[in-house]
């Protein structure tokens, strides 16, 4: 199984927030990442956060690191029909293996 | 800048047949990566080379997969002979640096393998 683990859907209406969850294993994890897919695309990184922060916030996005319960999150603010799409959550093992999450897949709705 | 590009984009053979995928990273990226994700799962690393070298390979099933960056740029990934579990998405990334943590991996479109 995974030692990534993600909810696997999410729906959200269109200007609302959106919040996505994450928890992982490796207690020496010292980045943790998000990415995003779209239909027929390749993983594009949207942010990152170093072990030694609680929280990182970038334009829409907020993520939030508890490394006490190792859970990650990722806030999306005003979320948009573009921001459908599946997003990944992984940690990085040793110096540089990711290992990801099965995806929450986000849903917009009008 | 172009991304890294990955050919074909879909292929569908039978089993025991023989495929082979083409990646070709951003230029000037040492360290280049071959993931497998499988339907409704996260990429799984395959194979990582920094240049033209093997870094990590533990994840390859050996007996029927193989990987080559013979001049430290674009990469083959091949499958000899595939399996109905070998359908997947089949992601090239790389990074600029040494793989250490923290870089940025840059991932391709993808190839979609089905094997009938």
């Known amino acids: 199984g995974e030692d990534v683990e993600q909810s696997l859907f999410l729906s959200v209406r269109e200007g609302d927030s959106s919040v996505i969850n994450c928890t992982y294993t490796d207690s020496s994890s010292t980045y943790l990442y998000w990415y995003k897919q779209e239909p027929g695309a390749g993983l594009q990184l949207l942010t990152y956060i170093f072990s030694n922060m609680d929280m990182k916030q970038d334009q829409r996005l907020t993520v939030l690191l508890n490394k006490k319960d190792k859970h990650l999150s990722l806030r999306i603010a005003d979320t948009q029909t573009g921001d459908s799409a599946i997003y990944f959550c992984?940690?990085?093992?040793?110096?540089?293996?990711?290992?990801f999450g099965a995806g929450t897949t986000v849903t917009v709705r009008a | 800048e172009a991304g890294v590009a990955q050919s074909p984009r879909y292929k569908i053979i039978e089993k025991r047949q023989s495929v082979a995928f083409w990646c070709n990273p951003i230029s000037g990226h040492a360290t280049l990566y071959w993931y497998q994700q499988i339907l409704g799962q996260g990429p799984k690393l395959l194979i990582q080379?920094?240049?033209?070298?093997?870094?990590?390979d533990s994840q390859l099933p050996k007996d029927r997969f193989s990987a080559e960056r013979l001049k430290g740029v674009d990469s083959t990934l091949k499958i000899q002979p595939a399996k109905l579990e070998d359908s997947a998405v089949y992601l090239c990334?790389?990074?600029?640096?040494?793989?250490?943590?923290?870089?940025?991996?840059?991932f391709g479109p993808g190839t979609r393998l089905t094997v009938l």
């Open positions: 990334a790389s990074s600029s640096t040494s793989g250490t943590q923290g870089d940025t991996q840059y």
């Open positions: 080379f920094q240049n033209n070298g093997v870094v990590d």
């Open positions: 992984a940690e990085s093992i040793y110096d540089y293996k990711l290992s």
